[in-house]
């Protein structure tokens, strides 16, 4: 996401500081192995030239890997760059100004869903972020550890993978119990002696092939979705331990019975040839496996005292009868009501917008209808850690890079053995006589057994401490990377019906002003469903730190912050004017002019018809007062 700066940040510190040092002094170390063996190459070069490029290739894999180790180490502890519009958006953002980061986050497979899951969410009281695992395997693994259902997809994932590389071993082990009753029963033939070692070391690279999957599979960019665990390579394993032996079985009586001869002979010269055995690296890889599982479990029970599994939502519903347009219910919502509750006044996500439909009959009548989903800032809230878990999260990271290094120097031990190796054949010069003595073949090929051995359990040695590093500091990293933020999430419906009527004032003969007016009267019935909602994302060191998506991991009531919503727009109403009037005092001056001049002109014509009047009075009086005096005479 892009880096949108603004000069009031997010209060989002870097939480990678401390990994960041732990993973920079890993480096430090294997950058040494590797300059140590680059170091050798002097000294070798004018004797050996073979083993001086052994050690010259070695030395230069550790220093490149060492020194990529550093430059991540040095990258988690520089500044974390995070912009305004961080973390992502929990659906499409149709917000105008966030146009161009809604596309990224489009692009970059950052949305967790969807518009129609969120109101799904509040009006159905749930949440859609707490699915059910997929495969044999993932139900198993959260049936052991039910609030595991309950984390974020990452986590789930990581989980998953470790706890079913576990699984898997002991099912493999049970299946060498299997192949071992088979050559021991004599099901085998006389072949019970090969098909122990044999089924050993095959069981070696399964294990260590299904634990190198494991560490690949628990980078944080591979988590996004949460995985399916199936159980079809356990299966493959339990049939694999029956057929094994009884193949090998077959074939051992086979040569018996038509190469016997050949047979022995080859016996008696492979008589002193020291085979591998695959017990101390099967040994090797349970102990690290155990100490693994338990600090993996550790952080998770950790991680699970955390979890609030609430789903509840504040929600208003009521018929108002306003004399108010539809429209302004909405824009005074949108606009005022939640801008104010923006945070940092970063402007809020809107995942449906307002798009309300009129339907308008006639006679100034109608209907309407309209939705409105939207999403405060997330503003971020540091979890209360347990000092357990920190702690232990601290070690895991240090051990995991304690077995880095350790890996490291395995690696230049198996350069060694190689070039002991090497030497071994290099120097070997058979007479014709020695080569047909079956003695010295059998001798020399029981040294040469011990040189091979000794590279072969380095290599597997390295391959296994490597890959349980790189499997500890995968997960460990997880727990590290996890950002939780508050934010505000509300769905509106509004539905209702209006009508127009006009209102006049002023519309007396003698008034000089009036004002006529369209006043619409609405029936509305709003349903309003609030909850504020925490959520979870996962950062990255470098560009783009924080585009993974964002899970919704509870919902709580918040009634009082609705009632207060609810409280603001009633004062929207209550004080709109219907009414046109004066906004300004000389319009209001001019007005009081104009009629000041219309009361002078109705006072002037009124007196003089009082005059006519009382002209006309006189004379009805005189009249009747001269018809008096005549009757009398």
Sequence with gaps: MAYDFGSQGLGITNPFKKEGAIRLIGGLAITAVGLYALLQVTSLIGDNLVAAWIYAATGFLLLVAGLKRCGSGLMQLFKFFVGRSIPSSLAHNLT??????AEIEAKQGSLAYNKSTLESMLMGRKNATFT??????????HSLFPRLVFMPYPIRNVVQEVVSAVITTLIA???????????SSGLAGAAGHIIIPAFSVFLLVYLVSTWRKAAVNVKLDKVKALHSANAGSVAKIIAFSIIFPVLIGLGYHYLQTNAAFQLDEIGAITGQ??????????FLLLVLAAIITTFVMTLVSGRANQVNTATEVAEY??????????????????????ANRRYKEVPNRTYIDFNPTLNEQSQGKGDFSGELLIETQPAYAKHEEQPVFSLMRLISTALAQVLLVVGAIFFLLLASNLVYVYDFFSTTDFSSAQMNDPDFVSSWMGQASTVVIAAVGSFFAWLIISLMGRLLEGFTHIFWAELQFNSLLMYMKTE???????ISTGMSIHDSTRSENVIVKSSITPWIVTSRIISSTFAGSGQNNVDMPRYVMSMHKNQDELNIMVEEIRHFLRNRENIAGFTNTKDLQHAENILRVNQVSRGEEGNHKLEHDEQAAGYLRSQSEAEEEAGKS
């Design 132 to 141: 059910e695992p997929q495969g044999w395997m993932g139900r198993l693994v």
């Design 173 to 183: 082990f049970i299946a060498f119990g299997l192949t071992y009753f088979v050559a």
């Design 273 to 282: 040839i020291e085979l591998f055995s695959a017990w101390p690296m099967l």
């Design 317 to 338: 519903r009521e018929n108002m009868q306003e004399s108010v347009h539809p429209h302004e219910i909405f824009i005074n919502i949108e606009n005022i009501v939640l």
């Design 496 to 502: 209702g019906t209006f009508s127009e009527s006009k």
């Design 96 to 101: 105008k100004s966030e146009r161009e980061n």
